[in-house]
């Protein structure tokens, strides 16, 4: 069998790596380690697409009708929920509306976007109206209902 030996210098650089590895051991145990104690969620915005619409028709006599629209008619939200609303403006130049029952109000420009985001606190019919096009006389009521339950 084999004595197994180690000279002074070898010692010395053993004894200093482990002298290392053990003060770089108690450094990081004695690091500030920041535990979460809840996680706060992103809130969920919901995206609705809306576009404006427009229905039109000839009668028989040569008269022509037309009628404006948003799609879809009817949007579902539920109490609190944060939606982002997304107008495209496809037909007519412009709409301006507004959300009744809230402060929100904006224009919808043909070939362009408007976006809005809002929060619906209370259940019931929120009508989303174009004021543009708020009765028969100008080619409405342009109506669509955001239902809150």
Same mark, same amino acid.
């Given at each position: 069998?084999?004595f197994f030996?180690?000279?002074?210098k070898?010692?010395?650089?053993?004894?200093?790596?482990?002298?290392?590895v053990?003060?770089?051991?108690?450094w !990081?145990?004695?690091?500030?380690? &920041?535990i979460?104690?809840?996680?706060? #969620?992103?809130?969920?915005i @919901?995206?609705?697409? %809306?576009?404006?619409?427009?229905?039109?028709a000839?009668t028989?006599?040569?008269?022509?009708?037309?009628? !404006?629209r948003?799609?879809p008619? &009817?949007?579902?939200v539920?109490?609190? #929920?944060?939606v982002?609303? @997304?107008?495209?403006g %496809?037909?007519?130049?412009?709409?301006?509306?507004?959300?009744?029952g809230t402060?929100?109000?904006?224009?919808?420009?043909?070939?362009k976007?408007t976006v809005i985001?809002?929060?619906?606190d209370?259940?019931?019919?929120?009508?989303?109206?174009c004021?543009?096009?708020h009765?028969?006389?100008?080619?409405?009521?342009?109506?669509?209902?955001?239902?809150?339950?």
């Amino acid at each position: 069998m084999g004595f197994f030996s180690i000279n002074g210098k070898v010692f010395r650089k053993v004894l200093l790596a482990g002298l290392f590895v053990i003060a770089a051991a108690v450094w !990081y145990s004695f690091q500030a380690k &920041t535990i979460p104690v809840f996680q706060a #969620e992103e809130e969920q915005i @919901r995206e609705i697409t %809306i576009v404006t619409n427009e229905i039109a028709a000839e009668t028989e006599d040569g008269k022509k009708l037309e009628v !404006y629209r948003w799609d879809p008619g &009817t949007i579902y939200v539920r109490k609190g #929920e944060k939606v982002r609303l @997304r107008f495209f403006g %496809i037909k007519g130049e412009e709409h301006s509306f507004m959300i009744e029952g809230t402060d929100v109000q904006g224009t919808v420009k043909k070939g362009k976007e408007t976006v809005i985001t809002a929060r619906f606190d209370k259940k019931g019919i929120y009508p989303l109206i174009c004021i543009t096009h708020h009765d028969h006389d100008r080619q409405g009521p342009m109506v669509a209902y955001i239902v809150v339950d």
